[in-house]
């Protein structure tokens, strides 16, 4: 079965700082991976998708994420945060050799830029 | 339409009383999904609809649940005689139906229960 874990409830970070949200996953036969956020008050949005080739991924509003199969992880990261990039964000993996399975998504971890 | 659409937006109803929660996908999404996200917490996937296919209802919490798409186009969740703790964040969802296709959610129905 597919899983995933988002091992911190909470991230806070400085303005300015570089961010990086974990999440580690579990399938059994390789993943599609996902990054959502939801800003409060507002709907899921997508922010980028990792499916094949390069490891690095990049992303909507400057987020990217690296994908490393060894450690099952696909962490989200941006290299300066924004105030306004506070917001729930949830990693999602869907497994390529189980056509008709759902999207698996983790807890979500809350992130929080502080000014 | 523009977006995937769900209503109502808010309800509130009485404990034991049975609702139904609309969604409406991006026309031409084959895939629908409902999720339900309780406060604070994460996404509990609920039902899963593709194409002609039947339905993935590995996730509904119990018999009270039920969902239908007709025409592979709007969806209906109902839930009969509702309890205090289906209160919730009902979300719905669409994507083109291919496997590594984003979803697009919509602002969801914020089920209170009393």
């Known amino acids: 079965a597919q899983s995933v874990a988002q091992p911190e409830d909470q991230v806070n970070v400085a303005e300015g700082n570089p961010l990086t949200v974990k999440c580690t996953y579990s399938?059994?036969?390789?993943?599609?991976l996902f990054w959502y956020v939801q800003y409060p008050n507002r709907g899921l949005q997508f922010l980028l998708k990792y499916i094949t080739g390069d490891n690095l991924v990049k992303g909507s509003y400057g987020f990217e994420a690296e994908f490393n199969k060894s450690q099952t992880s696909f962490h989200l990261k941006k290299p300066s945060a924004l105030v306004s990039d506070s917001a729930l964000y949830f990693c999602?993996?869907?497994?390529?050799?189980?056509?008709?399975?759902?999207?698996?998504f983790g807890p979500g971890t809350r992130l929080s830029v502080l000014p | 339409g523009a977006g995937v659409s769900q209503s109502p937006s808010n309800k509130v109803t009485e404990k034991g009383k049975d609702v139904e929660l609309r969604c409406d996908p991006i026309s031409g999404h084959t895939a629908l999904y409902w999720y339900r996200q309780s406060l604070g917490q994460g996404l509990e996937f609920l039902i899963y609809f593709q194409g002609n296919s039947a339905p993935d209802k590995s996730g509904l919490p119990s018999d009270r649940f039920s969902a239908e798409r007709t025409g592979g186009s709007v969806s209906t969740l109902t839930i009969q005689r509702t309890q205090q703790e289906d209160s919730a964040v009902y979300l719905c969802?669409?994507?083109?139906?291919?496997?590594?296709?984003?979803?697009?959610f919509g602002s969801g129905t914020q089920l209170s229960v009393l």
């Open positions: 399938v059994s036969g390789n993943p599609y």
């Open positions: 999602a993996v869907r497994d390529m050799r189980n056509y008709g399975q759902n999207f698996v």
């Open positions: 969802a669409s994507s083109l139906g291919a496997w590594n296709e984003k979803l697009f």
